[in-house]
């Protein structure tokens, strides 16, 4: 055997090992993480300890509301450790808890799903800009950012906002949102007939 191919040998030795693997991106509720699918599924295939996940995800989410949905990237180590990096919620469920409503529009730009003011807009940047991928931005993109996401969601940004108005524009939209509701599920049975 040659120097060269023994030296090779040797730094073979002491070179640490890289995983190549992605960071697994997932939704997860707050204090409702479970062993079973999705989330489950999605950790035993990069060999994580399932049980000591749900455990640690629930401590510390356990001062949050139960349910909210919150944005996890989670990096896996070659020691089959890992690092959880837990974002705030979502910017669409803070704009639909701002607007008051549980559901976007079904025809963004053509219909009006709910309203917030430009307060509440300032305060769910403030809070969105701390996520890592935001880190970057300025608050006045942040907020441009915001108000595309709410148009997305057919929620309309006003200046001032009348609460009597507003009560009753919702009680409108109730009466809308259960009419389209009530055609989708047409349509579902409809289309369950043609293939039955």
């Given amino acids: 055997m040659s120097k060269a191919a023994g ?3 040797s730094l073979k030795k002491h070179a640490e090992r890289i995983t190549h693997t992605t960071k697994l991106k997932t939704n997860i509720p707050a204090g409702m993480a479970a062993a079973g699918p999705p989330l489950g599924p999605m950790l035993g295939q990069r060999a994580i300890n399932i049980a000591a996940f749900c455990k640690d995800f629930n401590t510390k989410t356990a001062e949050m509301k139960e349910g909210v949905p919150l944005p996890c990237r989670i990096s896996m180590n070659s020691d089959r450790s890992y690092d959880l990096v837990i974002h705030h919620p979502p910017a669409t469920f803070f704009l639909k808890q701002a607007a008051g409503i549980q559901r976007g ?12 003011t430009l307060k509440h807009l300032y305060e769910i940047a403030a809070i969105k800009i701390q996520d890592p991928p935001n880190a970057l931005l300025t608050m006045q993109q942040m907020c441009e950012m915001l108000i595309g996401i709410a148009r997305t969601c057919g929620i309309k940004v006003v200046r001032d906002l009348d609460p009597t108005e507003y009560a009753q524009f919702l009680e409108e939209r109730k009466v809308i949102v259960e009419d389209q509701r009530r055609e989708l599920l047409e349509k579902r049975e409809a289309k369950m007939l043609r293939t039955g």
Avoid at 106 to 116: D, F, L, N, Q
Wanted: no cysteine; net charge positive.
């Fill in 7 to 9: 030296k090779l040998k």
């Fill in 105 to 116: 529009t079904m025809t963004p730009g053509r219909e009006v799903a709910g309203k917030i």
